[in-house]
Nanobody
Framework: QVQLVESGGGLVQAGGSLRLSCAAS????????MGWYRQAPGKQRELVAS???????IYADSVKGRFIISRDNAKNTVYLQMNSLKPEDTAVYYC???????????????WGQGTLVTVSS
């Protein structure tokens, strides 16, 4: 009933920038929080950044000062601007959204399909 479509991953050299986008669509009454997680090979999925419906943000310590999360609530879209990228940022980045459905007013919590970010040294 709710889908997330991610875009913007790719290959970039260390020090470069990328911008990820994630658009939610479907039977959405309200999105409470949208965020980005990442999973590097052999590691657990970890939070990168998250933003609530009132624009409060959480960042992983490893990306503070380099990454910026933003939302366009009218478009149900979240962005992740990634600057000063490092090889250790290489991972599959997943979008996550949590909210309420229009049809049943039940809560939802869904994941995107993931987009690969590769940072070369």
């Amino acid at each position: 009933q709710v889908q997330l479509v991610e875009s913007g991953g790719g290959l970039v050299q260390a020090g470069g920038s990328l911008r990820l986008s994630c658009a939610a669509s479907g039977s959405i009454f309200r999105i409470n929080a949208m965020g980005w997680y990442r999973q590097a090979p052999g590691k657990q999925r970890e939070l990168v950044a998250s933003m609530s419906s009132v624009s409060s943000t959480i960042y992983a310590d490893s990306v503070k000062g380099r990454f910026i999360i933003s939302r366009d609530n009218a478009k149900n879209t979240v962005y992740l601007q990634m600057n000063s990228l490092k090889p250790e940022d290489t991972a599959v980045y997943y979008c996550n959204a949590a909210g309420v459905l229009t049809t049943t007013f039940n809560a939802f919590n869904i994941w995107g399909q993931g987009t690969l970010v590769t940072v070369s040294s």
